[in-house]
């Protein structure tokens, strides 16, 4: 091999590097801010539709689906597969997991909104909220992504092909609730909202 060919192969070798480096620096927090900005995207229509009048800003159930969302975004760095984890287990030795304050204030203030419409509206935001927070755990983790590809090929099977993006996200929030309740990662988001 020429010192020609040899120089052409370092200097490959160290572009590559730098960009692999760059990649894998670069990808965790592009990924963050595209969740927080989704987030922030469902809370703004959330924000709409109560400035609509459909439902008052003073709302318990507003309000709590509001705190929920902002402790997603402050708190979007934790939510990986091993945080996840870390909480479960956390949970379980506790014994918290009979605690879902917040899950039992929701769930309360759901069943006072009178109006049939207001309460899907809410319940809608809020799936779009749990679904955003499961494609980013299960995004992020390559034993989850596994998990996901066998629950979209099982999903493909089962229902056949409809739409790629719905069975992704169904997918997604599949595979999360099948290793953990997803309300565990409500619980916590308030509680990091609320300290």
């Not at 010192?3 to 990649?23: A, G, H, K, N």
């Not at 909480?87 to 759901?110: A, D, P, Y």
């Not at 979209?152 to 229902?159: F, G, N, R, S």
């Not at 953990?180 to 990091?192: G, I, S, T």
Request: charged share 20%; aromatic share 10%.
């Amino acid at each position: 091999m020429e010192i020609r060919q040899l120089t052409s192969v370092l200097e490959s070798l160290i572009c590559l590097t730098i960009l692999v480096l760059l990649f894998l620096s670069l990808l965790p927090e592009v990924r963050l801010d595209g969740f927080r900005q989704d987030m922030f995207s469902v809370r703004d229509e959330l924000f709409d539709y109560a400035a609509s009048g459909k439902i008052s800003f003073s709302d318990p159930a507003y309000k709590l689906l509001r705190q929920l969302m902002n402790g997603f975004i402050r708190y979007g760095h934790q939510l990986t597969f091993f945080r996840t984890c870390v909480t479960v287990f956390q949970f379980k030795v506790m014994h918290e997991s009979n605690k879902m304050t917040w899950t039992n204030k929701w769930e309360r203030s759901l069943a006072n909104i009178k109006d049939e419409e207001v309460r899907k509206a809410l319940n809608t935001f809020h799936n779009r909220a749990a679904a955003l927070v499961a494609a980013r755990l299960v995004l992020g983790s390559p034993v989850l992504i596994i998990f996901l590809l066998c629950a979209v090929l099982t999903m493909a099977i089962q229902k056949g092909l409809h739409s790629l993006r719905q069975m992704f996200s169904e997918a997604a929030s599949n595979t999360v609730s099948q290793i953990m309740d997803p309300r565990l990662l409500e619980e916590e988001a308030v509680k990091l909202e609320a300290a």
